[in-house]
């Protein structure tokens, strides 16, 4: 398993953490329940992102987070959501009329979730694994083996970036680049 980063612009510190990404739709997860637990995870990793990204920094950059997340295993069991995903987090900016990624980072979590009486879940707990040696049996000991074998494609950043150049008022076709 490769070792993934914290993408850093402007000559900052580069972070590094663990990384690992699922190419499968789990065969027993259920896609209403993905439908539905999959705002709160996003919104959680975003906020959770603030103020991490040399983007922010900048002003004039007008930097923000965006976060996305796959599933990997999904559970529902007294009460609590147990997610297994993969999580993909990117901070852009805009520069010049130019989409600019500033720093991001894609790391395995597990999240619990609960219901709330209006419908809507809210993350409970949430853990990712220790950067270095413990990587691999977190990993093992949150997945199993079978589902770490398919840790061989990262999480698609398209949407990301997509979303960011809606946010920002930029036509799909406007150039990426760096901070």
Same mark, same amino acid.
């Given at each position: 398993?490769?070792?993934?980063?914290?993408?850093?612009?402007?000559?900052?510190?580069?972070?590094?953490?663990?990384? /690992?990404?699922?190419? *499968?739709?789990?065969?027993?997860?259920?896609?209403?329940?993905? $439908?539905?637990?999959?705002?709160?995870?996003?919104?959680?990793?975003?906020?959770?992102?603030?103020?991490?990204?040399? /983007?922010?920094?900048?002003?004039?950059?007008? !930097?923000?987070?965006? %976060? *996305?997340?796959?599933?990997?295993?999904?559970?529902?069991?007294?009460?609590? =959501? *147990?997610?297994?995903?993969?999580?993909? %987090?990117?901070?852009?900016?805009?520069?010049?009329? $130019?989409? =600019?990624? %500033?720093?991001?980072?894609? =790391?395995?979590? =597990?999240?619990?979730? *609960?219901?709330?009486?209006?419908?809507?879940?809210?993350?409970?707990?949430?853990?990712?694994?220790?950067?270095?040696? @413990?990587?691999?049996?977190?990993?093992?000991?949150?997945?199993?083996?079978?589902?770490?074998?398919?840790?061989?494609?990262?999480?698609?950043? @398209?949407?990301?970036?997509?979303?960011?150049?809606? $946010?920002?008022?930029?036509?799909?076709?406007?150039?990426? !680049?760096? %901070?």
């Amino acid at each position: 398993m490769s070792a993934g980063r914290w993408a850093v612009g402007g000559g900052a510190v580069v972070v590094l953490v663990a990384t /690992g990404a699922w190419a *499968r739709w789990p065969p027993d997860a259920d896609p209403r329940l993905w $439908h539905q637990v999959r705002p709160a995870i996003e919104a959680r990793l975003v906020e959770q992102a603030r103020g991490s990204g040399y /983007g922010e920094s900048e002003p004039g950059l007008r !930097a923000r987070w965006f %976060c *996305r997340a796959e599933a990997v295993d999904l559970d529902e069991r007294d009460g609590l =959501v *147990r997610a297994g995903v993969s999580t993909l %987090c990117l901070e852009y900016g805009v520069r010049a009329g $130019h989409l =600019v990624e %500033c720093g991001g980072a894609e =790391v395995p979590q =597990v999240l619990r979730l *609960r219901r709330e009486t209006d419908g809507d879940y809210t993350v409970v707990s949430q853990e990712e694994p220790p950067e270095g040696a @413990g990587y691999a049996e977190w990993l093992t000991s949150r997945f199993g083996r079978f589902t770490t074998v398919s840790f061989d494609a990262d999480v698609a950043a @398209g949407p990301l970036e997509s979303a960011a150049r809606t $946010h920002f008022g930029l036509s799909a076709g406007s150039p990426l !680049a760096e %901070c």
